[in-house]
């Protein structure tokens, strides 16, 4: 049935103008979305120089467009770049001093109760910002931005009242509070106590003095503990992580004040996920501040810190943040599901089940179920129920799948799609960061903030700080910049026709190039047509023991997934099963033409050789798997492909093959084919076996041609 609004397609995306032209209009009079996209409006933002504003007074348009049809569309995908301590902030650690500059995801720091914690998330470096000089009655001194949050003491409390503006959350009067840097400057005067670790010789101290300063480079960590307390600077002073989840919120909110508005789904659920059990506690902290600090919400909401959920009293709806995990999925029904940072979910072993759980759950509010899935880009490939919809999300976009029930919303430098355009221009980085100000568009980061960190990143000599930046700022896939600045392989490969070919007819040329793989990786055959035109067309065939597919991980068993159901990956029950396959497929292609060249890398399995020829009922030619070998093969189907003589059949598998074969050039000037992904034998997302067979077929055709072999190649002795 189609739904009530237009496609959600846009073929066109990359040619864009401005950031609000890749959020498709879904339905232009709908009177439900303007209602809900006024009650996200109004959510009071708690931080920043937007501080005390209500979200429609700072959205941008494509922010204000994607939350309208979001509430529109059953489901959603949503992938953007993303918009803190100084640098030299001193920061104690298992392993004596850091930085907080040098902070690592998988560090140790001391949390407030003096045990070490790791460090779960790190944030791109910020500059610009209004920054203090903080002061301790210890002398220790700390430069932190506006924003950053320390859990204080008033020495003043303000009683029964609400809580000032600044005060993200708050106990009974006299207990401690969690305020910004911002507040603590306005309020000095009142005295703000911080109570120490047990790591410490005092108990506590003071706040004395906090300064405006000149702006200076920050960074803010996450870390996995409870009081997301870490002890900063050389007194280790205790000092809150980062965290902002402002769209997750306000959406949230605006589906519990929607169904209040309309007198629906009472009792209901609103279900945030997030991937962890930490980044759930930073969600409901942000969710709970920002009603603690509305004071028309402040009184309509209870909340429940250890449950992380908040009840609106007046209807029973709840918003509750679960963390990836099945026993927290099973039996929810929520009416909105919301997946915070999806790509992360999608690296956890049974994420996309519980993401499925959900689901399941809500359908039972048929068509007024919805699932918001909100990311940015994967720093490396995309895996998991991430990979899934991100592939999804792509195809609907591109119109190669009708659902107009599906909104796909994809910041994405467009690298393959417009090889015009730089990564390297300033004036294109909107393309992956929507929220970027540029002479076309008005933004909330301005261009020289960003060039400083791209600046400063891809001069640090850190090439993993690098492809963080890129996929967390810029939307920048890191294989696919990898791929684009690779080969002319990576380059040509995409615009290869796809389509089968029967019979050999019209063939000058037949060659099978094999690569038999590993106990725990597929084995490949390549057919390989050359016609008379100079035309090549490529088949290709693979093959995996059951064990192998059982053994590989959720994400490489997604890829073989895809690959059985369009025919180009066969499990077998033992690997003499897969020798005898392709020998087979080689004797039905000589019966019908007798010149038929088969043959490949010998040394992959043992024994591999004799079955195959056994089958078979032809010699199996050796190819050498040298630099010299392989590189020559390599360049002759790029010069191929350039020259668009190339047609293959359909095979998903060869498509990752290809994706992930990392071109290496050796010192001696010639090139090599290694595997981006660098996972263990039958553990990587992809492989590169199918491509492998492709350039043991293209050598063996060069040489069958240069040799002027005769019909009867039971002769030839490679």
Not at 463 to 480: H, I, T, Y
Not at 482 to 500: I, K, V
Request: net charge negative; charged share 25%; proline share 6%.
């Amino acid at each position: 049935m189609t739904a009530p609004f237009g496609t959600t397609a846009n073929p066109d995306w990359f040619n864009a103008e401005k950031s609000v032209d890749l959020v498709p209009i879904l339905r232009k009079k709908d009177a439900d979305a303007d209602l809900y996209t006024r009650l996200a409006g109004n959510f009071l933002l708690t931080q920043g120089d937007v501080f005390e504003k209500r979200l429609s007074d700072v959205w941008l348009d494509w922010q204000k467009q994607f939350i309208r049809s979001s509430f529109q569309a059953q489901s959603s995908l949503i992938v953007m770049g993303k918009g803190p301590l100084a640098l030299d902030t001193p920061i104690a650690t298992p392993d004596g001093w850091s930085t907080m500059g040098d902070m690592k995801v998988g560090d140790q720091v001391f949390a407030v109760d003096g045990k070490p914690t790791k460090v779960t998330a790190v944030s791109p470096t910020f500059i610009n910002r209004k920054c203090y000089r903080l002061t301790f009655s210890d002398g220790t001194e700390i430069v932190a931005d506006e924003d950053h949050r320390w859990v204080t003491t008033p020495r003043q409390p303000w009683g029964s009242a609400p809580p000032p503006m600044g005060v993200l959350s708050c106990g009974k009067p006299g207990e401690p509070i969690k305020c910004t840097t911002g507040y603590i400057a306005q309020t000095l005067g009142d005295g703000h106590r911080i109570d120490m670790s047990p790591k410490t010789a005092s108990k506590s101290v003071m706040i004395t003095g906090c300064e405006p300063i000149d702006s200076v480079p920050v960074k803010c960590i996450t870390i996995d503990h409870p009081s997301h307390l870490f002890l900063a600077g050389e007194g280790m002073i205790p000092t809150h992580n980062s965290g902002k989840s402002t769209t997750v919120a306000a959406m949230a909110i605006a589906m519990v004040m929607y169904c209040r508005a309309k007198n629906i789904h009472h009792r209901g659920l609103v279900a945030i996920l997030a991937p962890t059990i930490p980044a759930a506690r930073i969600v409901f902290d942000h969710v709970q501040e920002c009603v603690l600090a509305d004071d028309d919400l402040r009184d309509q909401f209870k909340s429940n810190v250890q449950s992380r959920s908040l009840v609106h009293e007046s209807t029973g709806i709840t918003i509750q943040i679960l963390a990836c995990d099945m026993s927290a999925a099973v039996g929810r029904r929520p009416i909105l599901l919301i997946c915070d940072e999806l790509h992360e979910i999608g690296t956890i072993s049974g994420g996309e089940k519980v993401v499925d759980q959900l689901e399941r759950g809500g359908r039972n509010f048929g068509t007024a179920f919805k699932t918001i899935m909100i990311s940015t880009m994967s720093v490396g490939q995309p895996q998991g129920v991430f990979k899934k919809r991100l592939d999804y999300a792509r195809k609907v976009r591109d119109g190669e799948i009708d659902d107009p029930t599906f909104l796909p919303v994809l910041f994405e430098f467009p690298i393959e799609q417009r090889p015009d355009l730089s990564i390297d221009d300033p004036e294109q980085w909107w393309r992956g960061m929507p929220s970027l100000t540029t002479p076309k568009q008005r933004g909330t980061m301005d261009i020289a903030m960003m060039r400083a960190e791209v600046e400063r990143a891809a001069t640090s000599g850190d090439k993993d700080e690098f492809r963080l930046m890129l996929s967390q700022r810029l939307g920048v896939q890191a294989d696919d910049l990898a791929a684009a600045a690779e080969s002319p392989l990576h380059a040509h490969w995409p615009r290869a026709p796809l389509h089968s070919v029967d019979g050999f007819s019209d063939a000058r040329a037949v060659t099978i190039g094999v690569d038999v793989g590993g106990t725990d990786d597929p084995a490949a055959a390549c057919l390989l047509r050359k016609y008379d035109g100079g035309e090549y067309h490529a088949e290709v065939r693979q093959w995996l023991v059951q064990s192998g597919y059982d053994r590989a991980t959720q994400n490489t068993q997604d890829v073989y997934d895809e690959a059985i159901e369009d025919g180009s990956l066969t499990l077998v029950a033992d690997a003499s099963d897969i020798d005898a396959e392709i020998g087979r497929w080689a004797a039905q292609v000589y019966s019908v033409y007798p010149s038929l060249v088969f043959g490949g890398d010998e040394h992959g399995r043992v024994g591999a050789k004799a079955t195959l020829e056994h089958f078979a009922g032809i010699p199996f030619v050796p190819v050498s798997q040298s630099s010299v070998t392989i590189g020559s093969a390599l360049a002759a189907l790029e010069a191929i492909l350039a020259d668009m003589k190339m047609s293959r059949a359909p095979s998903a598998l060869l498509d990752f093959n290809v994706k992930n074969a990392a071109i290496v050039e050796t010192q001696s000037g010639l090139r090599r084919i290694g595997k981006r992904d660098g996972g263990a034998s039958g553990q990587g997302a992809m492989k590169v076996d199918g491509l492998a067979a492709i350039l043991d077929a293209v050598y063996l055709t060069s040489q069958a041609e240069a040799l002027a072999l005769p019909d009867d190649l039971g002769y030839w002795v490679a």
